[in-house]
């Protein structure tokens, strides 16, 4: 079947099986930013957008995106470069196979609450697992970009 | 030109890595962003006995499957065997497994490869091969593995090349031996006290997020490429070349970023699966292991069962340790001679001031469980549970104070350490690390415990940790540096960032050498086709080793420079000096820049300006630190909360304390979560249950509450800038520090990992 979407701003059409995840019709869409790091929905790698909504795309079946708008880092580059730099100022990224599926969701985390507090942001990106980091300088570098969004005009 | 300081970025500066903005905007960095995008996808059948032997295995159906490229079995690869293990020359891990084998020796084992076009093709076909196993009786428990009569290993081509470390086949033990100085048993008997335990970890999972993968294709010269996310290039071009029989001549590798590897890419767990299809085929293959694959067929830690008997008298001083481990390598014997030597060369050593004797005996067997392999720690994690936890076990055991305890009996700055090889701790802050941790956690006011209004206990507990920096003797590490167009200059690595940043400390070091920015050196790595030869980065060696050989080919070329450099000023190069952004007459009268040097030689130059030196080390400088846990336990449940970790450490010089502090604490929640979390399970048929991160819990970010680290830097007069290395010692304090805090909070002693609120209210209890 095809499904029709609005990939990062742009109307998109391909085929896809009934089982395809919205992963796999990414990655075959060359969104390379898109990681998959388990099979059971726990790690976070591949959060990306639908309708603006972070989602976990190996749990989103790719058919039902059909008519509906995803965004991967991809689209994101301005703010992808905002909030790189306050992680590459920690040195919180290390392997960085993580980050985009991280970042994703912090994007979703500035939409929603941009004044979140340390715990908040803890709860809110639990589900990203990371194994490099040690996680504690994500959340300072989190907290700082939410931050510096408050001082944006 | 003159004076001022023209390093940026150099030792001692957290500069970002150099490969962040390309990480941090999701560009298609990694092995399979990059893969072609017409590669087979290669699968592999899975073995679902423990042990077994194929009796017959039928493709045919298979075969016939659409988008079927091939389908090899055990009859179609090559009868050499090989091990996994990426180690240097002699490799101590045995040659005993074959790409394919008829005999399966752990659930996991691979039955078939088969490459399609597609994975769903390929899975489709997979379903349609027929096996007739016969099983044999699987050891699972490696206490039952030596002189058993069951053979893992009964073949005649079964090949250790180091004989000497105890290997054995026909008695499923894959290393055995004893070292030992004093008299170890005269000494315990002379003791007032004497701790007798026994501590067990198990084959904990490295969980890297990137699992392991690798596409392979055939050059433009008919060689075989290969795209790995590995850490040891050379090494896998070697276990290639052995396992495919082919000349390594014909066999390249490189590595793009990695997403992290911990020591679990230290083994070549996956290529040689889609390399004999390219080489079978002709096409492109690539393979990606799911994480069940990862959790199922890879090389975690090695399990292994450490029974400790620690001496001491009343007034706390420690005389003697004896230590036996049991290692358990699993089906197949890579890192297994050389891991469990870590579990004792890298624990006792921590008390050696009063110690009169040690003696440290082991035994590494093969069970039919999933092969181990190299885990961040390499066996000190283990043997530093059981000597800290012991320690801790004797402090209780005196009435005295863990602190001072250690306080009285660590290893001192200048001493020789006989269970160190025999090597001397030239630079060791071990004792400003504990004062320091301490101080940092408040363990004055808060040892042991004390109880909260809302009934919960807090409590605290502690753990020292060493670990090394490089194999002595035997690690290599090399870089390549050439100075380009304008005054650039291009640093051509072999060891292997998957993650760590030592693409960007490598530059900081020759930044700081050449005099310049760090943005004016250029990193690339790793291809064995250009890069120098690097053993790959593992065993801690990385910042030490390959630094060095920074150090070295930094000089060379600074000299290379100057000649260059005093030729155009029409001097001798004993008149000229270096200065970072050119080469000045040493009376001040003219200088030449990098640039002009640079550009003069490319036009009809008769002189490479570049310099390679290779550097190893005599020495393994171990890296110290101490770590201090505060729990918060609910008695009701048993439930541990990890509230605050405080950890000091002494790595020599810090080169970019950004890096250094997330290797910390990165390193330390892996051990957090060894300690209360990780909990590596299979059932009674030896099949793996804990294969996915539902039932394998790694931290999470709501679990790291409160990490603290500071650094209590020492000297190392061998290492490049004073630096020792960081990377792996940074594990091994949380399991026996948590141990301890929960026996202080709750008075059970757990010598299993992990501390589960099972084990807390269920048993374990001190009788």
Not at chain 2, 333 to 354: A, M, Q, R
Request: contains cysteine.
């Amino acid at each position: 079947m095809n499904v029709t979407l609005t990939l990062n701003g742009r109307q998109v059409t391909a085929a896809v099986e009934a089982d395809d995840s919205l992963y796999t019709l990414l990655r075959a869409l060359g969104m390379h930013s898109v990681k998959c790091g388990c099979e059971t929905t726990n790690c976070g790698l591949c959060t990306v957008h639908m309708d603006g909504k972070a989602v976990l795309s190996c749990s989103v079946p790719a058919a039902r995106c059909d008519g509906h708008a995803v965004t991967t880092l991809e689209g994101m580059q301005e703010e992808a470069k905002r909030l790189g730099e306050c992680l590459a100022g920690e040195g919180a990224e290390q392997c960085g196979f993580c980050a985009p599926g991280l970042m994703m969701n912090v994007f979703a985390l500035a939409k929603e609450n941009p004044h979140a507090t340390e715990a908040e942001i803890d709860a809110y990106l639990a589900g990203n697992l990371c194994r490099c980091s040690g996680y504690v300088s994500q959340r300072r570098a989190v907290k700082r970009y939410l931050e510096s969004m408050e001082v944006q005009p | 030109m003159s004076g001022g300081n023209r390093v940026r970025g150099g030792v001692g500066v957290p500069v970002p890595k150099k490969d962040a903005p390309a990480l941090l905007t999701g560009k298609p960095v990694y092995v399979e962003d990059i893969a072609p995008r017409d590669c087979l996808c290669v699968k592999l059948m899975h073995s679902p006995h423990a042990h077994a032997v194929i009796e017959e295995i039928d493709v045919s159906r298979a075969q016939k499957m659409p988008g079927v490229a091939c389908i090899l079995t055990h009859q179609d690869v090559p009868g050499t065997r090989f091990t996994q293990a990426g180690q240097t020359y002699p490799e101590f891990s045995p040659y005993d497994r074959l790409i394919l084998d008829r005999h399966l020796r752990c659930v996991g084992d691979p039955v078939a490869i088969v490459a399609a076009q597609t994975e769903r093709q390929a899975l489709a076909a997979m379903r349609l091969i027929r096996v007739r196993y016969r099983v044999l009786p699987a050891i699972l428990d490696a206490a039952q593995a030596m002189d058993n009569e069951t053979l893992i290993h009964p073949e005649a081509d079964w090949r250790a090349l180091v004989p000497d470390c105890g290997a054995d086949n026909r008695r499923n033990l894959v290393a055995a031996g004893e070292d030992a100085h004093g008299d170890v048993e005269a000494e315990l008997a002379a003791c007032d006290v004497v701790i007798d335990r026994t501590y067990e970890t198990g084959a904990n999972q490295q969980c890297m997020m990137e699992t392991f993968r690798a596409f392979t294709r055939m050059d433009a010269y008919g060689r075989l490429e290969v795209v790995s996310s590995t850490q040891v290039p050379f090494h896998v071009r070697r276990i290639l070349a052995t396992a495919l029989e082919i000349p390594k001549s014909r066999v390249r590798i490189v590595k793009p970023r990695i997403g992290g590897g911990f020591g679990a890419k230290q083994t070549a767990v996956c290529e040689q699966y889609p390399a004999i299809v390219t080489l079978k085929t002709g096409l492109p293959a690539k393979i990606v292991y799911t994480r069940g694959e990862s959790m199922t067929l890879s090389s975690p830690r090695h399990a292994m069962r450490m029974h400790v008997r620690l001496g001491a008298m009343r007034d706390g001083t420690i005389r003697a340790i004896d230590l036996h481990t049991l290692s358990n390598t699993g089906a197949y014997g890579e890192h297994g001679p050389t891991t469990v030597g870590l579990s004792g060369h890298k624990s006792i050593p921590l008390y050696t001031h009063n110690m009169k004797a040690f003696r440290f005996s082991w035994h590494t067997v093969y069970t039919n469980t999933m092969s181990a392999g190299a885990y961040r720690g390499y066996g000190a994690t283990q043997g530093l549970f059981a000597v800290e936890s012991a320690v801790n076990e004797l402090a209780h055991a005196l009435d005295m104070d863990p602190a001072r305890l250690r306080e009285r009996n660590i290893v001192r700055e200048g001493e020789v350490m006989p269970a160190y090889y025999g090597e001397t701790a030239a630079s060791c802050t071990v004792d400003r690390c504990m004062a320091r941790a301490r101080e940092m956690i408040g363990w004055e006011e808060k040892y042991p415990a004390r109880t909260l209004p809302n009934g919960h206990v807090r409590a605290v507990g502690m753990a020292l940790a060493m670990q090394g920096s490089g194999i002595s003797n035997v690690d290599t590490g090399a870089v390549l540096i050439r100075l380009g167009d304008g005054g650039v200059y291009n640093m051509s690595i072999g060891a292997t960032d998957m993650g760590t940043g030592c693409d960007t400390i490598l530059a900081q070091m020759a930044a700081q050498s050449l005099e310049c920015p760090v943005d004016n050196i250029t990193v690339h790595g790793v291809d064995t086709d250009t890069s120098p030869y690097d053993c790959g980065s593992y065993a801690s060696s990385t910042t030490y080793v390959t630094g060095m050989a920074v150090v070295k080919t930094c000089e060379q070329l600074r000299e290379k420079i100057v000649r260059v450099g005093a030729k155009l000023l029409g001097c001798a190069p004993e008149d000229a000096l270096f200065e970072g952004d050119g080469v000045r007459r040493a009376d001040g009268s003219a200088g030449v820049s990098l640039a002009e040097i640079a550009n003069a030689h490319m036009m009809a130059g008769t002189e490479d300006i570049s310099a390679c030196v290779s550097s190893g080390s005599p020495v393994s400088p171990p890296p110290f630190m101490c770590g201090c846990a505060e729990i918060d336990l609910d008695p009701q449940t048993g439930e541990v909360k990890l509230v605050d970790y405080a950890a000091v450490v002494d790595c020599g010089t810090v080169i970019n304390p950004n890096l250094a502090m997330r290797q910390t604490e990165g390193g330390l929640m892996q051990g957090i979560g060894m300690a209360l979390y990780e909990r590596p399970q299979m059932d009674h048929l030896g099949r793996t249950v804990s294969n996915s991160f539902l039932q394998y819990k790694i931290p999470t970010r709501v679990d790291a509450q409160r990490i603290r680290v500071e650094f209590a830097p020492s000297y190392e007069p061998t290492g490049p800038f004073g630096a020792k290395s960081i990377g792996e010692c940074v594990i091994n304090t949380p399991a026996p520090a948590i141990a301890d805090a929960v026996y202080n909070a709750c008075g059970v002693r757990v010598r299993s990992l992990p501390i589960t609120p099972e084990k807390l209210l269920l048993g374990e209890r001190e009788a």
